[in-house]
């Protein structure tokens, strides 16, 4: 092992059927040091740690820890913590219903746990040494967010771990408690506990990191001093795009450009959301199609289930042809001609056990009530002709919708919302998990549905798509919007920069 190394990888491989989650990669973490882990979905973060933690067993590779002779075998996560691995992930994951002191010990010794006098003096010591605002026989779910995880750390940090996983510790507090949380990080830095920190916010890794190691598609792209990596080349590297080696791949024709001066067809103002987005102002005008562009985590779903409805609006207000409207929840969206395919079909969009036809007429009936149902021959009217025009291969109208393909059963999302004929559609992620000619297929049906007059917002996390479809694009970083580009500044380079920080 390296000087001052208190946990090595090396070579470390991991696949699932067809898929190779870890492709040779090698990692290390020195005393004292705040390591930050990154890389967009997929990248191999999650399969890293749980190979660590013992959730996996890697299929090559060798694990090294300070003050083991020889590589260390973890086959579980119990072999984790007694080798001084502790994880505190962003859901919590200890006992709200008990106190805060038997939350520190729970598992522990009996001695300790018999004894309640001495596990709650304990506890306070280590509360106090951490300067945690928390007593030990106040109940754990009375607490914040923040405090509750600051105690799974101080549990960790009690039991002796040399390693501390924080995986998106900071996902659901606000800007207070996250400094608090990096406060409580320095100190454990100071400690010599060596820490891995797994976040989306480029923020957060800037101000509290002193290493980051970037993975994509499952490999190593590096290891870099964070003086060493300004913020575009961070995101160069996560994305996989040379900032040296990109053009604008939009074509003349493939998006509309419009005129500033146009009226916009909706118009949201210092828009936030219970979701941690900060408040935006975002417009649309008929016949655009626009997108929300950022790396993941930066809040661009967030965004439009704020516009939509989905998500509890705190603050900001909303106009349509200049008319004040009220949108408080998703029926008021739908009413007033908003439609919304979400980022995730199988969660939020599809209903499984339901036919195609019941699926495409879900939202239609929904606004027009379901003590006034649609007969069955205009339902089978309604699907027949979306599942013509879309091209929806399915056996017929009544075939269970989890048997089909995700590519169409993206499409009958599609067509559930193209037949309530919405002024304004919103589709976050159309073309995810599908095959190249039914993006191809979604692209083209969205720059024809613009060309008619539908105004779209076009969410997807492959920067290239967006440039083939969008006219205008909002740059999200850390749950704010901090850029707009259009016209000659919508290429690769400028949308990175952007969500660097602005960096050239």
């Known amino acids: 092992m390296k000087d001052n190394a208190v946990l090595e990888l090396h070579n470390i491989h991991k696949s699932f059927p067809g898929v190779k989650a870890l492709q040779g990669v090698d990692f290390s973490l020195c005393k004292g040091e705040i390591h930050a882990l990154m890389?967009?979905?997929g990248a191999g973060k999650s399969t890293l740690i749980k190979v660590l933690t013992g959730v996996y067993t890697k299929d090559e590779g060798e694990i090294y820890l300070d003050g083991h002779d020889g590589a260390v075998s973890i086959k579980s996560p119990q072999d984790?913590?007694?080798?001084?691995?502790?994880?505190?992930?962003?859901?919590?994951?200890?006992?709200p219903n008990l106190s805060v002191a038997e939350n520190m010990y729970i598992g522990r010794s009996d001695e300790v746990i018999q004894n309640w006098a001495k596990m709650n003096a304990g506890a306070a010591k280590m509360l106090e040494?951490?300067?945690i605002p928390a007593k030990p026989t106040q109940q754990l779910g009375s607490c914040s967010i923040a405090v509750q995880q600051m105690v799974a750390i101080a549990r960790a940090v009690d039991m002796d771990c040399k390693v501390l996983i924080l995986d998106e510790p900071t996902s659901s507090l606000d800007d207070q408690e996250v400094q608090k949380l990096f406060k409580l990080m320095r100190d454990l830095k100071a400690r010599g506990v060596g820490i891995i920190f797994v976040t989306h916010f480029l923020d957060q890794v800037y101000e509290v990191c002193d290493k980051i190691t970037v993975l994509r598609d499952g490999k190593l792209v590096g290891e870099y001093e964070i003086k060493d990596l300004p913020r575009v080349q961070l995101v160069s590297k996560m994305l996989g795009k040379e900032l040296d080696d990109l053009s604008d791949i939009k074509s003349d024709d493939s998006a509309s450009v419009l005129e500033d001066g146009s009226t916009p067809v909706f118009e949201f103002e210092n828009l936030s959301s219970v979701a941690g987005i900060k408040p935006f102002d975002f417009n649309i005008r008929k016949g655009e199609v626009n997108g929300f562009t950022g790396l993941l985590g930066s809040g661009r779903s967030e965004c439009v289930r704020a516009i939509f409805?989905?998500?509890?609006?705190?603050?900001?207000t909303v106009k349509k042809d200049g008319k004040a409207i009220k949108i408080q929840k998703p029926i008021d969206a739908m009413k007033n001609g908003i439609g919304y395919l979400p980022e995730d079909r199988k969660v939020d969009g599809i209903i499984g056990d339901l036919s195609v036809r019941e699926n495409i007429i879900l939202a239609l009936q929904v606004m027009k009530g379901f003590f006034k149902p649609f007969t069955k021959a205009e339902q089978y009217a309604f699907a027949d002709e979306y599942i013509k025009a879309l091209s929806i291969k399915t056996a017929s109208a009544d075939t269970p919708i989890k048997s089909l393909s995700g590519g169409n059963q993206q499409k009958v999302i599609l067509a559930r919302w193209l037949l309530t004929h919405p002024d304004y559609l919103i589709l976050d992620e159309p073309t995810r998990g599908i095959d190249v000619g039914t993006k191809v297929d979604i692209q083209k049906l969205v720059l024809k549905l613009a060309s008619e007059g539908m105004s779209i917002t076009f969410i997807s996390s492959e920067t290239d798509e967006m440039l083939r479809t969008c006219s205008r694009m909002i740059v999200m970083r850390d749950r704010k919007v901090v850029g707009e580009l259009k016209?000659?500044?919508?290429?690769q380079t400028k949308i990175m920069s952007t969500i660097a920080g602005g960096e050239a």
């Open 487 to 491: 016209g000659d500044d919508l290429n």
């Open 80 to 95: 984790a913590q007694h080798a001084g691995i502790a994880t505190v992930y962003q859901e919590i994951t200890l006992c």
């Open 39 to 41: 890389g967009e979905n």
């Open 309 to 316: 409805g989905a998500d509890k609006v705190l603050t900001g």
């Open 129 to 131: 040494s951490l300067d």
